[in-house]
Structure formats: C-alpha cells, structure tokens
C-alpha cells in the first residue's frame, strides 16, 4: 500500500492516527475517532491548536474548563453543515459520545494564546466551485479569512459522482508568496454509498512522486507536496475534509500550466 494512503486500524476508538512525525512533515496532524454512545475522548493540546470537527453524530463537549453542551447531529457528511469546536494551544478539551460519533481532531502548530471558540453550523459559509462535471460544493470550517487560528485551516467538500475535485491539478508547495504557499495537507475520504470509490493522484512536475490512489469510503490521503485532484465515480459522491497547514496561514495555489485552460470560458 502507498505510504500516501492511511486506512482506518479498527471499527472503534481512534482509528486513524496521523502525526507530523508519521506524516514525515512538520506541521499537520490529523486523528479520527469512532465512538459508541457513552464512550469518550480526552486530551491536551501542549504546544498544537485544535479544530474538532463532528463527522457525524453529537457529542458534549468541555474545554478550558467551558462546558459547551451537545453539538453535532447530522448523521452523515453528507447531511448538511458539520459542528466544530476551536481548541487552543496548552487547553484540555474532551468529546463525550451522546449517539454513535464520528469526531475528527485536526491540529497543527499553535502560536498565540488564544479562546476557545464553538463553530457552529450557522456560522460556517458555503460556496459552489468550478462548472459541468467539476462542481463540487464545498463548506469552510476554518477558512483563511478567519483569524481565529494560527496555523490551521479546515475545510469540507462534497463532489457528486461523475465529477472531479481539486482540479484542474493545483499544488501548493512552496512557499514563495504572493505567487504560493507552502501548505501540508491531508484528505479524509468518505463516499456515498459506503462501497463506492474514487481515484486521487499525487504527483510533482518532474514525476519523482507520482501516485494513483484507490480512494474508499473511510482512507485518507496524505499530500506533502504536488499536484492532488480527485475523481468520484458515477454513483457514488464523495466526501473530503481537508486539513492544511504551513508556516504561514495562507491558501495560496499554483494550477498545473498544462491544464490551466480548464479554468477558461
């Protein structure tokens, strides 16, 4: 198997576990969580910041010593906006199952002292991208245009069946603003219906990296520099949550030449 591709260890409990370490890179990581109604999670952020982002499923959520109540609900995600929850650096922070939970914890470095923040569904706004068969919707979480954290910036797509996603090619693995930022990411996959798949390729200019990925319901991709578009097969929609993060909290991308005309007319 590609050492791109992270499938799930188990049915329940933290079944994907990605560190900067794992990754080989620097700053993202990325966990999942499958819980049972009455189980629980628990941690310190030390030195990361936090985004809990519910899956699917409700939780009750304490941190920094804040009750936040339930949050969560959809049961899917493909059922409308997710809830999320903001986790300072140096903060516990625990996630108690109130109904079959998927909860995935995204961090990367933290740099600032600041609150932690409930992200709720309301709050989160929407766009359309691209045209025909590269539509794709997608939901910002933690878009670059809220200051509210340091490194992070999360996002969720939905792509229909038939159509692709992060296309045409883009990269952004340099870190040569305003041109391009240098951004580590990973993908977290989920399909409609569960035993569809997709295809994901990651690959660089000159093709020292250069992988097609079988992408089913539940993998994740990491991409630690490249070119990385999807493509959902007829049938079946997929589901992505990105996660990105980079020394500087700027989505900043460069299109593939070659494929830029995609863009056009």
């Not at 329940?12 to 620097?26: L, N």
């Not at 709050?123 to 992070?152: C, F, W």
């Amino acid at each position: 198997m590609s050492e791109l591709l992270v499938k799930p260890s188990g049915e329940t409990g933290k079944v994907i576990d990605i560190t900067p370490e794992s990754a080989g890179w620097r700053y993202v990581g990325f966990a999942l969580h499958r819980l049972s109604a009455a189980q629980g999670v628990s941690a310190v952020t030390g030195d990361r910041e936090v985004c809990l982002v519910f899956v699917s499923g409700t939780g009750t959520v304490t941190a920094g010593g804040q009750n936040l109540g339930p949050l969560g609900g959809r049961e899917s995600p493909f059922d409308g906006k997710p809830a999320a929850v903001y986790v300072p650096g140096n903060c516990n922070w625990s996630v108690m199952a109130e109904t079959d939970l998927e909860l995935a914890v995204c961090s990367a470095p933290a740099l600032t002292g600041r609150a932690v923040r409930v992200i709720a569904p309301e709050a989160m706004s929407q766009e359309v991208r691209g045209k025909g068969t590269n539509t794709r919707y997608v939901t910002n979480i933690l878009p670059e245009t809220d200051g509210v954290a340091d490194s992070l910036l999360v996002v969720e797509v939905i792509t229909p069946g038939g159509h692709t996603s992060s296309y045409p090619p883009h990269k952004h693995d340099r870190d040569a603003l305003p041109d391009e930022s240098y951004l580590e990411e990973t993908y977290y996959h989920r399909l409609n219906p569960h035993q569809g798949f997709a295809f994901q390729r990651v690959y660089t200019e000159d093709r020292t990296l250069d992988e097609t990925l079988l992408i089913e319901d539940g993998v994740t991709t990491l991409v630690p520099k490249g070119y990385h578009p999807c493509a959902a097969i007829h049938g079946y929609d997929l589901y992505y949550l990105n996660v990105m993060a980079g020394p500087r909290r700027v989505w900043r991308f460069h299109n593939q030449p070659e494929h830029e005309w995609l863009l056009g007319g």
